[in-house]
């Protein structure tokens, strides 16, 4: 079973940053793109960041020149710096990763549960 798991989520400032975390965890072989997106109350999941295990990233709009995602392979995790925050970042953010698992020998969408920012005007 392959788990995605979120973490450093929470509250900030207006101006203010959050790092957050995300480890693949469980049986496979290889993990293809990863990648983060985000829900907002009332409004539709959209695409934040994602990168490529060669590190190509790839961004939305609305965060370019704020949010950088990065990986670290051998440790199955992918990370989102979040800097410069707005409220209209307020929503929760999902990890995704396209996996390779043991049980399903097709390359998958896998997804976190999903970890809570808040950001106070």
């Known amino acids: 079973q392959v788990q995605l798991v979120e973490s450093g989520g929470g509250l900030a400032q207006t101006g203010g940053s959050l790092r957050l975390s995300c480890a693949v965890s469980?049986?496979?072989?290889?993990?293809?793109?990863m990648g983060w997106y985000r829900q907002a109350p009332g409004k539709q999941r959209e695409l934040v960041a994602t990168?490529?295990?060669?590190?190509?990233?790839n961004y939305v709009d609305s965060v370019k020149g704020r949010f950088t995602i990065s990986r670290d392979n051998a440790k199955n995790t992918v990370y989102l710096q979040m800097n410069s925050l707005k409220p209209e970042d307020t929503a929760v953010y999902y990890c995704?990763?396209?996996?390779?698992?043991?049980?399903?020998?097709?390359?998958?969408?896998?997804w976190g549960t999903g970890t809570l920012v808040t950001v106070s005007s």
């Open positions: 990168v490529t295990r060669g590190g190509t990233t």
């Open positions: 995704n990763a396209d996996i390779w698992a043991a049980v399903k020998p097709v390359f998958t969408d896998y």
């Open positions: 469980g049986s496979f072989f290889s993990i293809n793109a």
